[in-house]
Structure formats: structure tokens, C-alpha cells
Nanobody, 116 residues
Framework: VQLQAFGGGLVQARGSLRLSCAAS????????MGWYRQAPGKQRELVAT???????NYADSVKGRFTISRDNAKNTVYLQMNSLKPEDTAVYYC???????????WGQGTQVTVSS
């Protein structure tokens, strides 16, 4: 399984960005898709996940601001990020898993920078 992420960039605080991640290869293996992020000097944080049925989970730090969605026909997962804050600045990694957790497959990171 290969994951390719798109959509990072520089945005001002309170702005929005949408990340997307396309999966290819043995995609029938995938149940859960999601996003991790890692800021300099900080631990990696699981941001959001979504399973094939559409059930979602979010980190408390992004609830109400980020929305994860998935297009199974396109094998793509999206992360709509609204009301961005400088503390959302990080490298965001797309990830996927065969069963109930992500982490089996990783995409390349995409940088998100939020200026104050």
C-alpha cells in the first residue's frame, strides 16, 4: 500500500487548509485511515482517524475544528482543517491500518505552517 499526501502549506491563524491522501496498491487491506502530526520537539500526535464505515475519532486538540472524511471509491482520505492555530504547525502524515488502528502504512509528510 502506498499513501501520497497533498495539500500542506502556509496559512494565517484562523485560516483553513485541506489535506488529502490517496491510497494505491493493495487497498483492499485497508480499514482505517487517518492523520498523525509531529511538531518540532514534540511527540507525534494522532490527529484523526476514520474507518471504512465512516466512524471517526479526533484528538481533543482538534475537535470542532478539523473534519476527517473518506471517499472509498477514490481510496482517498481528507482532513479539512478550519480555525487553524499556530500550535497546529507540524508535519502531517497520512497513515492507514488493516484492522482497527492506523500505523501499518505511512505516507510522506506534508508541512502545515500556521502563522500568527
Amino acid at each position: 500500500v502506498q499513501l501520497q499526501a497533498f495539500g500542506g502549506g502556509l496559512v494565517q491563524a484562523r485560516g483553513s487548509l485541506r489535506l488529502s491522501c490517496a491510497a494505491s496498491g493493495s487497498i483492499f487491506n485497508i480499514n482505517v485511515m487517518g492523520w498523525y502530526r509531529q511538531a518540532p520537539g514534540k511527540q507525534r500526535e494522532l490527529v484523526a482517524t476514520i474507518n471504512r464505515g465512516g466512524s471517526t475519532n479526533y484528538a481533543d486538540s482538534v475537535k470542532g475544528r478539523f473534519t476527517i472524511s473518506r471517499d472509498n471509491a477514490k481510496n482517498t482520505v481528507y482532513l479539512q482543517m478550519n480555525s487553524l492555530k499556530p500550535e497546529d504547525t507540524a508535519v502531517y502524515y497520512c497513515c492507514a491500518g488493516r484492522y482497527f488502528t492506523v500505523g501499518d502504512f505511512w505516507g510522506q509528510g506534508t508541512q502545515v505552517t500556521v502563522s500568527s
